[in-house]
Nanobody, 113 residues
């Protein structure tokens, strides 16, 4: 059974940074593409960044250049470094496999002064 556990969210001022972490279990992690998603209040969940097993990554246009997805295949971990945060980045952030598995609980990111 796939299990995903996100952490690292919090309240940050505009322009600040956060690093999200996701611990994955129950999968062949090193060969599985992983992604970060977010869902803001009243909006659909959207894909923010995707990383292949070998490290190639793609980003949502609105976060490209500010966010960096990475993974540690030895630890079954995926990360999202978020810099220059904006109020519109406020959302619950989730990690998941590609294709999707069951969702974890997510981690809240709030960008506000």
């Amino acid at each position: 059974q796939v299990r995903l556990e996100e952490s690292g969210g919090g309240l940050v001022q505009p322009g600040g940074s956060l690093r999200l972490s996701c611990a994955a279990s129950g999968i062949r992690f090193s060969v599985r593409p992983m992604a970060w998603y977010r869902q803001a209040p009243g909006k659909q969940r959207e894909s923010v960044a995707v990383i292949m097993g070998g490290g190639n990554a793609n980003y949502l246009d609105s976060v490209r250049g500010r966010f960096t997805i990475s993974r540690d295949n030895a630890k079954n971990m995926v990360y999202l470094q978020m810099n220059s945060l904006k109020p519109e980045d406020t959302a619950v952030y989730y990690c998941n496999t590609v294709p999707l598995s069951d969702w974890g609980q997510g981690t809240q990111v709030t960008v506000s002064s």
